[in-house]
């Protein structure tokens, strides 16, 4: 039987040091991205992707900010389904003609996501997710009065918005996802963890200024779908204790008692591993897949890890 996979890529999969940043760059780190994925497909598992967006999101609000006394501006909403659609019309580009030079006719496609979030989240009375570029005190000064931003100042570098990071409560398109991903095509959706909104007294939605971790709707969306395995593929091979340290030490495995009692020591922190660690726990609690299993890995030690050969594999107990 195939394997059901939500693979959770990371930034480091269309944005790269090595190649910058602009589109070109992107399409080059994409046919990269691209042809491990196939892999994926080629080893006969059914494939489900979601994608950071922090990058590009950053991008949209600074165009925003340079045309802002020429055209109307575009919400937080709006930059999360644009950059959706952007960036999944480049993996899948990539994917399909990756397919196409192992003489296969699978192709992917892309899904806009919504995704329902809790007005009342805790989230909302203490924004902390940084977006967007740093601004001097005076230019953020002005923001904070005129667009009522709220901003940190981070040490030596400047000013930043902050927006609220509410956790995932529902995927709207959750049943139109499901289908195709038990038909076995490959969907590109969640991207940047969805396109936050509420619901309203009167049963319809709204959109809501704040981000979703693309990491907990992953494992939202994997144990929606009845995944076997969510991957959250990195930059490392394998989740490091002492990181960066002379004591690091990799870890093969990882129960969710050892990876709770971790992030309480400050081992996982927030911006780093920690959102990710959360996440597998997080979908290991939700999954009622008696075999699931979650893996952090590198994107080039997928396969492998699906395997069992590298990667941090992170287990019930």
Same mark, same amino acid.
């Given at each position: 039987?195939?394997? *059901?996979?939500?693979?959770?890529?990371?930034?480091?999969? #269309?944005?790269?040091?090595?190649?910058?940043?602009?589109?070109?760059?992107?399409?080059?780190?994409?046919? #990269?991205?691209?042809?491990?994925?196939?892999?994926?497909?080629?080893?006969? +598992? +059914?494939?489900?992707?979601? +994608?950071?967006?922090?990058?590009?999101?950053?991008?949209?609000?600074?165009?925003?900010?340079?045309?802002?006394?020429?055209?109307?501006?575009?919400?937080?909403?709006?930059?999360?389904?644009?950059?959706?659609?952007?960036?999944?019309?480049?993996?899948?580009?990539?994917?399909?003609?990756?397919?196409?030079?192992?003489?296969?006719?699978?192709?992917?496609?892309? @899904?806009?996501?919504?995704?329902?979030?809790? !007005?009342?989240?805790?989230?909302?009375?203490? !924004?902390? *997710?940084? #977006?967007?570029?740093?601004?001097?005190?005076?230019?953020?000064?002005?923001?904070?009065?005129?667009?009522?931003?709220?901003? *940190?100042?981070?040490?030596?570098?400047?000013?930043?918005?902050?927006?609220?990071?509410?956790?995932?409560?529902?995927?709207?398109?959750?049943?139109?996802? +499901?289908?195709?991903?038990?038909?076995?095509?490959? #969907?590109?959706?969640?991207?940047?963890?969805?396109?936050?909104?509420?619901?309203?007294?009167?049963?319809?939605?709204?959109?809501?200024?704040?981000?979703?971790?693309?990491?907990?709707?992953?494992?939202?969306?994997?144990?929606?779908?009845?995944?076997?395995?969510?991957?959250?593929?990195?930059?490392?091979?394998?989740?490091?204790?002492?990181?960066?340290?002379?004591?690091?030490?990799? @870890?093969?495995?990882?129960?969710?008692?050892?990876?709770?009692?971790?992030?309480?020591?400050?081992?996982?922190?927030?911006?780093?591993?920690?959102?990710?660690?959360?996440?597998?726990?997080?979908?290991?609690?939700?999954? *009622?897949?008696?075999?699931?299993?979650?893996?952090?890995?590198?994107?080039?030690?997928?396969?492998?890890?699906?395997?069992?050969?590298?990667?941090?594999?992170?287990?019930?107990?």
């Amino acid at each position: 039987m195939p394997k *059901k996979i939500v693979v959770a890529l990371g930034g480091n999969a #269309i944005s790269s040091g090595k190649f910058g940043g602009d589109v070109p760059s992107q399409f080059a780190q994409s046919r #990269i991205t691209a042809v491990y994925i196939a892999d994926l497909i080629d080893a006969g +598992h +059914h494939v489900l992707l979601t +994608h950071g967006n922090g990058p590009q999101v950053g991008t949209v609000l600074r165009r925003v900010e340079l045309s802002r006394d020429e055209v109307y501006p575009i919400d937080l909403g709006l930059c999360v389904a644009d950059t959706q659609a952007g960036m999944g019309y480049m993996i899948c580009q990539c994917i399909r003609n990756e397919m196409v030079t192992r003489s296969s006719d699978v192709t992917a496609t892309t @899904l806009i996501t919504t995704v329902r979030v809790n !007005p009342n989240d805790p989230a909302f009375e203490n !924004p902390s *997710k940084p #977006i967007g570029q740093y601004y001097d005190e005076e230019t953020i000064r002005e923001r904070v009065e005129t667009d009522r931003w709220v901003v *940190k100042e981070i040490p030596s570098k400047g000013f930043r918005r902050v927006v609220p990071s509410p956790k995932p409560q529902e995927i709207l398109e959750i049943d139109l996802i +499901h289908e195709l991903f038990d038909e076995g095509r490959v #969907i590109v959706c969640c991207g940047g963890g969805g396109i936050p909104c509420f619901q309203d007294p009167s049963g319809g939605y709204e959109g809501i200024e704040a981000v979703i971790d693309k990491d907990l709707t992953s494992a939202l969306l994997a144990s929606e779908v009845d995944a076997d395995t969510l991957a959250i593929l990195t930059d490392v091979d394998k989740v490091c204790l002492n990181y960066g340290t002379p004591n690091e030490k990799q @870890l093969d495995r990882l129960t969710v008692d050892e990876a709770r009692q971790y992030r309480e020591d400050g081992q996982f922190p927030e911006g780093s591993m920690g959102p990710k660690v959360d996440a597998c726990v997080d979908f290991l609690a939700r999954s *009622k897949n008696p075999g699931a299993r979650a893996i952090i890995t590198s994107i080039a030690g997928c396969l492998d890890a699906l395997d069992g050969k590298t990667g941090t594999h992170v287990i019930r107990s």
